[in-house]
DNA sequence: CTGCTTCTTTTGAATCAGTCAAGGAAAGCG
DNA sequence: CGCTTTCCTTGACTGATTCAAAAGAAGCAG
């Protein structure tokens, strides 16, 4: 539905041409997989794109979700104990809030900005590149219904 | 193995007892293993555990490492595109540098502090209860041997 | 210190995410 | 339209981690 009015600003063609990658159906359907399901892991992408392209294999999903990362045109996270999900949201150092009890990540822009988190105290003599950070709680649903329950030994995302 | 002088401290033996988890070899060498190979992953523990006790079996450390990380004894780390790692957690919130060509890991301390970086901008009604930063960048090493050569799979993220 | 109960460890197989490699298909170019 | 290069499909494979059943130790009572 909704087809390219404008095919402008984010058209995922219009963005793999200007890296000059090849434009695949499959790398298009990726790309838009990740624009409508933020934070998807790889399961999640290949389904989606099976919707529009049942015959993708999941090679083909993740080299393009790898090619993808590689140009910067989708992004790669991966909290602890969760598999790569990626993201459509790039060039802005946004960070992620992230539910221990049911895996739910949203994204929060860094207030504070710049300087507190980028600048570590002592650093090692390592030259830093990015500073990523990941706040670790619980979402508004879990908060309320499991906190009495959590605590154990739910690792199970999602 | 310089045993017992004051015995407290750090003592593996004393630390599980605390937490009323059974003493067993395997978990005091585990302890001991990750104590000294600080951010370790569960191959380089096996081995070191192995040192000392050959026939340890690779599940019991895994378990080890879960139950001890648990109870708080060790904390597991698990940066993008890395395996699990382990290290003896002192209770302070300190951060990681992660080096992107070695993958050296090196702790530092969280200069700022408290605030800046546990507060983001709007919690998205998340209950928040830890705040990770993990640095991104080249170790000195890196930095100096491989900075022509580096840029094979990445390119500077922000 | 002897036996019992419960928690741990061993053993060995299984799962899961992700990767490798070779041949067939399609994008982009002239 | 046909060629060249890049991409996708197929199917097997790896490596980290987990599952499950049975044997083995830790801690506790007697």
């Not at 990362?69 to 459509?88: D, F, K, N, W």
């Amino acid at each position: 539905m909704n087809e390219t009015k404008h095919g402008h600003e984010e058209d995922p063609a219009t963005a793999l041409r200007q890296t000059s990658l090849r434009v695949t159906k499959q790398r298009v359907a990726v790309l838009e997989a990740v624009r409508v399901h933020p934070h998807a892991d790889t399961e999640t992408v290949i389904r989606s794109v099976r919707e529009t392209l049942p015959a993708v294999s999941h090679q083909a999903v993740y080299d393009s979700l790898h090619t993808l990362t590689e140009v910067g045109l989708v992004r790669c996270i991966q909290p602890s104990g969760s598999v790569a999900r990626y993201e459509r949201r790039i060039g802005d150092n946004h960070h992620h809030l992230v539910c221990r009890s049911c895996g739910l990540i949203v994204d929060v822009d860094c207030t504070v900005g710049q300087a507190p988190c980028l600048t570590p105290s002592h650093d090692a003599g390592f030259v830093i590149e990015q500073a990523e950070v990941t706040f670790w709680g619980l979402c508004p649903d879990c908060a309320v219904s499991g906190a009495a329950m959590v605590g154990d030994d739910h690792r199970s995302a999602v």
